[in-house]
């Protein structure tokens, strides 16, 4: 291969093959410059309904449209050369009936040029999924906290705990028996995701869940420091940038009042520089 060839971005079936394998890295993008840094770092992007809550102060992400998702996923295509995209499906656009979900679907991939869509739910979501898959639509599940579900869940609390992980074991069997091609655990103890990354033959991605699962994804706001409205357990943050945007804005807006900015080297003389010569 030339030093100038792209690496091929994977694809879902690449994905299933790393199950086992080396973790999967993955982070959420909703613009074209963030797409663009995290392009040769991670093996996919996810193009996440939390942009309604990070990108537009929206209360959850039940309120994120068909529209929005469409936006931001044509977004961060531009941005991606060697990674996959995979769009969220939002509130609204699937749960109805195999059917809908397989019309809104075709929507974003059409639209988007992702390269699978994602879905929350498990057991109830099966038949979905299989229909999908069966009509050419790659689909990562989603099970534990479901966040389109926060209203029937009663809030973001730690899902299968006792009797309940019997339950959530259940659902990521579901999806994987459906056809789904990996499935992201979210905010379920260590142990029963241990449990499920051993037993379901599909890649298990983390958020809130354990470093032995197939991969990780994180918010990247969160893991910036860019969002700082709230911080869950389960965010890391490896940079502070939240904080030196702060700093910096502080610093511009002190520079203007003591008309300091723009200085010199910031502005232009009533000549060209042809008109002088």
């Known amino acids: 291969m030339s030093a100038t060839a792209k690496k091929r ?10 199950k086992g394998g080396e973790p999967l890295v993955s982070l959420t993008a909703y613009t074209t410059p963030m797409a663009q840094i995290m392009d040769p770092h991670v093996d996919f992007v996810l193009v996440g309904d939390s942009v309604g809550m990070v990108l537009h102060g929206l209360a959850s992400t039940v309120e994120v449209t068909m529209e929005m998702m469409i936006l931001h996923g044509k977004a ?5 050369s060697s990674a996959m995209m995979v769009i969220d499906m939002p509130f609204g656009s699937y749960e109805e009936s195999p059917q809908q979900a397989f019309r809104n679907a075709a929507i974003l991939m059409k639209e988007t040029g992702a390269g699978a869509v994602k879905l929350e739910g498990g057991v ?10 069966a009509r050419g639509i790659p689909v990562m599940a989603h099970v534990g906290l479901t966040p389109q579900s926060i209203n029937t869940l009663g809030g973001y609390k730690v899902q299968g705990r006792g009797d309940a992980g019997d339950a959530l074991m259940r659902d990521a069997q579901a999806v994987a028996d459906a056809g789904a091609f990996s ?5 379920v103890p260590e142990g029963l995701a241990n449990r499920v990354t051993a037993q379901v033959a599909i890649p298990t ?6 470093a032995g699962c197939d991969g990780q994804i994180l918010v990247v706001d969160d893991m910036l420091g860019l969002f700082t409205a709230f911080k869950a357990k389960f965010v890391k943050r490896f940079a502070t940038l939240g904080e030196d945007a702060d700093a910096a804005i502080a610093e511009y807006a002190r520079a203007v009042k003591a008309r300091e900015f723009p200085g010199p080297e910031h502005v232009f003389g009533d000549a060209a520089p042809e008109a002088r010569k």
Not at 124 to 133: H, Q
């Open 9 to 18: 971005a994977p694809m879902p079936e690449d994905i299933l093959a790393r």
């Open 205 to 210: 991605i983390g958020i809130g869940a354990s």
């Open 124 to 133: 109830g979501m099966a038949e979905t999924i299989r229909f999908l898959v």
């Open 183 to 187: 499935v992201v655990l979210e905010k």
């Open 76 to 80: 961060v295509a531009r941005g991606l």
